[in-house]
């Protein structure tokens, strides 16, 4: 069990590695011309797209990668319990 926790864990660290790309991508760059923001956006809009769907952007700013990312945390802090 704790070699699929630690799996996981590095996964979901991987995955907030990715996230935070993209978001500094669409900061510097809204328009994906980079392939590292392509591939940032294909992994990470699955994930993001249905949270959006919940909570709409506020003021122009989509909250879905902050909620995302700390679903994330909080998915970490309870696979280092179990395992």
Known sequence: MTLVA???IYALYAFIIVLIIRVLFSWVSPAQTNPVSRLAY???????????????????IDLS?????LVA????????SVG
């Open 6 to 8: 630690t799996f996981l």
């Open 42 to 60: 294909q992994l990470t809009e699955p994930v993001l797209a249905p949270v959006r769907r919940w909570i709409p952007p506020v003021s122009g």
């Open 65 to 69: 990668p902050l909620v995302v990312w």
């Open 73 to 80: 945390y909080f998915l970490i802090a309870a696979l280092r």
